[in-house]
Structure formats: C-alpha cells, structure tokens
C-alpha cells in the first residue's frame, strides 16, 4: 500500500545562482511538509548557457537533497524551450512546439544529457516529456509538410474529394495551404468560407503535437527504458480542439497522464468554490478514456497569485487541503502544487508559493502537513483508495468542439452560449452540479459513453452541437437497458461536417418521436419558474419540436418558461429506462447564469435522483459535494465543504444511511440521526466519513 507522502508533491522553483544551503533548506523543509515527490523543471538555458558548455551543478545538488530525504523527483525536460544559441533568446520557459528542423539536433543533445546524467540517480521517479503541452500551432516548413501529408491520409489521397468539400481547385495535396490562407486575402475571415479547413486543422494539429512528444519520449528512451513518462496538458476542461490536444493518442505516448489545473488562470468559468469539484471532474474525464492507464495532478494552484493570473486570488489553508484530497479521491496517482517557493525574477516573482516569500513555512504549507496526517490515518482505517465507480456520464467532444470554435471564431463572438469554451466549460459545470447532487459523476468523450445500463445510470448530452447519427444507437441501447439519456435544446443540431441534420437531434428523432423544426432565440434569454417561483434564466434560445402522440412524451409540469408558461421539460419512457429533453442550454446557462441555477440543479436532481450515492449533501452551500471511494475495508465518502467563512458559519449536513461512522480527518466518531441526517463543522472543509465492515468495530 502507497504511503501518504507519495501521493503528494510540489515544484521546487531553482534560481542559477542557488547556494548548496538553500537547496537543502528547501528539502529540507519540503520533507517537513510530507512530501514524497519534487518537481523540477531542468532547465536548459541555465544547463546549457553557451554551446557545449553543460552546467548541471544546482541540478545535481537538487537530486542529492532530494535522495537524502527520501523524495523522488518528477524531472521536467524543456527541450521546447532552448537557449540563445539554438535560436530562441531572451525565453525561460514556453509553450510552443519546434520553431526549426535545425533546433532536433541540439534538443536532441539536451535531453540525451539530461538523461544520461540523472536516469541512474536513486531520487530520479518520473520523466516530464514536456510542460503542458497544447496547440501545434507553429507554422513552419515541417508543419506544412505535416498537415499536407496528413490530409493525404484523411482523404484517401484524392485531391477531388477535398476540393469538393473545400470549394478549391488545387492539382494536388502539395499545394495546400494552411488554413487561413486557403481563402482570398479579402475574404479570410467571412462565415461563408468551408468550414472543412478549419474542421480538419486541430486533427491535424493535434497529431503533429503528438508527434513531438513522441519524439522526446524516443529519445528519452535511448538511454533509459524504465523511468516512468509524463505530459500534462492544460485544457482538460476547455475547447480541446482549438487547444489541439487528443487525450486518447496522449495515453498511447505517455505511462502517466498528467493536467495543470490553476484556478486562478483556468477555471475562470465557475464560482471560486466549486473549484475542487472541478478538479475532480478533470481527473475522471482523464480516467474514462480506455488508452489513459494512470493519471495524476501535474500542477494545481498552492498559493496566491496577484499579477501572473487572470483572475488573482489566493489558495487558502483549506482550499489547499480540499485540492489535494480531493485529487486523490478522485483517483490521482499523486497531487503536485506549483510552487513550493516563490520565484525571485521576472514572471511569477512573488506568486504562487506554497511556503512564504522568505521560504519560511505558512498556514498553507501546515495544511499539507496536515493532509500527509490525515491520509496516513485514513489508509491505515481503509487500505488502499481507488475511484468509484460513475453513475452519470456527461459528454463532450472535441469534435464538437472543433464546431464551437469556428462559430466562435468567424464571428468574433463574445455572445454567451455562442463561445467557443461554452461546451466543454458546461459539461464541467454539469459534471460538479450532478456531484453536488450526489451523483458520482465524470464528463466523457462521445465515443466512451456506455452502450449499457447495468445498474441503471444517466448520460448528459449538452450543447454537444454535433455528433454522428450512428452514436443514436449506443445511446438508445443504453436507454433501453434502463439508463436516463438527458439532452438539451442544442445537441445533436449537426453532423460532423458542419451539415443540419435533418431531422435532429441527429438520429435520434425518429426513434424517440421527437423532432426538433427549430429554436427560438431572445438575446435576454428565457426565464423558468419552478412551482410559480422564479428559478433562473437559460441563455439565449429555446426548442420548439414536434411530438409524436404515440411516444407518450410527459411534460414536467413544475418547470415553466416564464416567458409564455409552456413547460421546459419532456419526458417519456423508451425500453426500460427514459429520456428527459430540456428545452434550453443546460450547461452553458450554468457557466454564463448563476452557477448553481435552482432549474439547473432541479433538472439534474430529478433526472439522476435513482443513481445518487447514499450519503450525500442534505443542504447548506450547494458547492458541496460528496465522493465515494473504493477502498480496500469498509465503506468511505470524501466530503469537500467550502470554508466556514464561505457558508456563514452554517456545519455541513448530509444524508446518510442509519449507523455509526467515524470521520478520518478529524477523529470525531458520528452517529446519523433518526431523520437520516448528519451534521459536520468541517472547520478545513474536509471530511472523510469511514464505516468498517460489518463485525469490524472501528
């Protein structure tokens, strides 16, 4: 069984000029802290600063510290971001892929040191093949190649086939151009230019992305064929087509799949309080994908941001402790924060630090003692933890997303439920609403939504704008065994080349006898009135559909359009199970509207209310979630509550089965009322509600 401290990591920031003193006062204290893993980030214009001239003495001194306390490090390698001398001056640190075919040969020379120095080193535990890889968006000689030579394959080498969709004339695949250029000068830009391009490019992106850490990994493996891989890429819950990421193809490059999760940069979209349930959502999204094996949290947020964010905030002593726990609730391998001391030049000087700005520890850096503490005495109650299992899966596609992006981006739309996030930012939000309900929940690719209900369960389709026909018949197949399909008013509109399915929601209509002729549209949007009170307000437009009178279609008659009064809601049977539409956007009225809309909430409730775990939030802030998890002995549920000062000093209270449990955070031993009911004070906004198996006396 894993001990705490491997579950828990943090980047050690280095500066060139650090003294043998300073580096071990750091380990020293990240070992105080319970850490079992450091990251570093190895990097190269400070290993290489003229050429040939190879500098590794902090970094040795690093590995040694961390040797002598029993760390092991997560090692960074920055072949993307090279010294003066390979042509990229004045960079620290970035983002982009290969700039130059001439830039291999020295990347190649780097990593090949790197790993040739450290790959025996006893602290050495994981390769980082590169720092959060996104985009392919690099322009260049080799990636024009790549993007003609890729489109050969996609169209089965037949130029006709793409100057049919493409509305072009070239004579062969060697004179395609980039996107943006395939119109004329004057009309890059207009919406009525093919979207096929633009459809193709983040494919095409993406595999070229994957091509170049795949590169790294090869070359890492030369020298050592053993030590674990690692990416983590940023936008696990964004629009992963304009970022250019394929989780799948990434867990085939990969042994671990990591992601960066910053609050204060990426979840920008939700209430600062739902960012654990967010996180959590991440890591399952990683989980359900049938090519990644193991995940973990790379980076998430460990202290207070002020100029390097977009939206400055702290990470308070008890958001700290949610973050981790909840990862590895959640399933995460480990959990690293960035940073464990604050950087002293230029960007992020001053920022992030988990200790304080003088390297002395901090309430924040005491609360992650405090979860090393709370872990060792939780795993020696239950043994080892692994995910639970889901109940409710919420798409989302970057096939779709790849839809959302053009739209977005040919009209300049900054409209809400028109953005390009507003897909992949709502199933998130959906995905933490159906947590805050109880429902073990995770967003999943169209592609891996069950095609049975086993034990029951609900599939979440909003504004997924496109989709094929032929995922109508898993999706039916899965109601038909007894699951709850819920859609909304803007899923399934179109195919995956951007054509109208007629009638929608693609391949489903005629099956369930629902056929959407159109929307509605009022920029104010439309707002809904739950048993006469208001309720909330879906963004922008609503379905209007023909009903087929054998279907025997139900509508809910407590949720109504305050506009006209007709309902927001259908309902009917199909096989053993049953389909909900709503007829506005679910998702995105969440990330653009108030987050914890009462008809949003309501809907999910209601909808999933069969498949809610057994001890889950009774009231209080709706922020609060419950996660089951599977564990070796006994029963135990993960609760993450925000700060008491959040929730107006009000305990956290749950259902929960009659019995006795007792709480691994805090030691306290609990008894559940005859109401069926449980009161937490939850003072870091954590519990851990543990009952033995049965005969066990805890």
Known sequence: MKKP????????????????????????????????????????PW?????????????????????????????????????????????????????????????????????????????LGQWILWNEPFGGHERTGETLDHWRHWLRGHYHDSIDVLNDRWRTGYRGFDEVPFPEHVPHEAHRGSPWNSYAPWLLDWQARAAWLNAELAWVRDVVREVDPDTETCVNPIPILSNRAAAGVDLAAMGHLVDVVGATYHPA????????????????????????????????????????????SSRPCEASPGEIARFYTAGVAAGAESVTGWCFNVRSHDFEAGDWGLLDDMDRPSARSRALRKVHDRLEVALEHTGGWRPAQTRAWVATDPHAHALERIEAMIARSQVPGRMEDDGANGAAMLAAGLMQCGIPSAPVGMADLPDRAT???????????SWDAAVAVQLLSFVESGGTLLTDATSGRRDLDASLHRPWPGGLADRIGLRAIGLQSRPEGYGVSLHGVPAGRWLLTRLVAELDGDARWEAWPELRFGYD???????????????????????????????????????????????????????????????????????????????????????????????????????????????????????????????PPPGENR
Not at 72 to 101: C, D, E, M, Q, Y
């Open 5 to 44: 401290r491997e579950y828990l990591g943090c980047q050690v920031w280095l500066e060139r000029d650090d003294s043998t003193q300073r580096i071990e006062r750091l380990f020293t204290a990240a070992a105080e802290t319970g850490l079992g893993w450091v990251r570093l980030f190895l990097m190269w």
């Open 47 to 123: 290993i290489e600063p003229e050429p040939g001239v190879w500098k590794f003495g902090i970094f040795d001194r690093a590995f040694d510290a961390a040797a002598k306390h029993g760390i092991r490090i997560k090692a960074t390698l920055t072949a993307n971001s090279g010294p003066w001398h390979v042509g990229t001056p004045s960079a620290l640190h970035s983002h982009t892929g290969f700039l130059s075919a001439a830039q291999r040969e020295p990347m190649r020379r780097y990593v090949l040191a790197c790993v040739g120095r450290y790959a025996e080193h006893q602290a």
């Open 265 to 308: 940069w990426h979840f920008t979209f939700a209430d600062r309080l739902q960012f654990p349930a967010l996180m959590v959502a991440g890591v399952r999204l990683q989980q359900s994908y049938p090519s990644v094996g193991r995940v973990e949290v790379t980076e998430v947020q460990s202290g207070n941001t002020l100029n390097s």
């Open 455 to 465: 034990n029951g369960g609900l599939v979440v389709l909003s504004h997924v704008v």
């Open 565 to 691: 009064g007709e309902p927001c809601v259908w309902e009917r049977r199909f096989g053993r199970g049953r389909i909900v539409v709503v007829r506005g956007m679910l998702g995105p009225s969440l990330v653009h509207g108030d987050r914890y809309m009462p008809a949003a909430r309501y809907v999910l409730d209601r909808a999933g209310a069969p498949f809610a775990h057994p001890l889950r939030p009774a009231g209080g802030h709706p922020s609060t979630f419950a996660l089951p998890v599977d564990v070796d002995r006994g029963s135990l549920t993960a609760v993450f509550a925000p700060d008491p000062v959040d929730r107006g000093g009000q305990p956290v209270r749950l259902r929960a089965p009659r019995g006795a449990y007792l709480d691994l955070w805090t030691g306290d031993a609990l008894e559940v009322a005859a109401d069926g009911e449980v009161s937490l004070d939850a003072l870091d906004g954590v519990s851990l509600l543990w009952s």
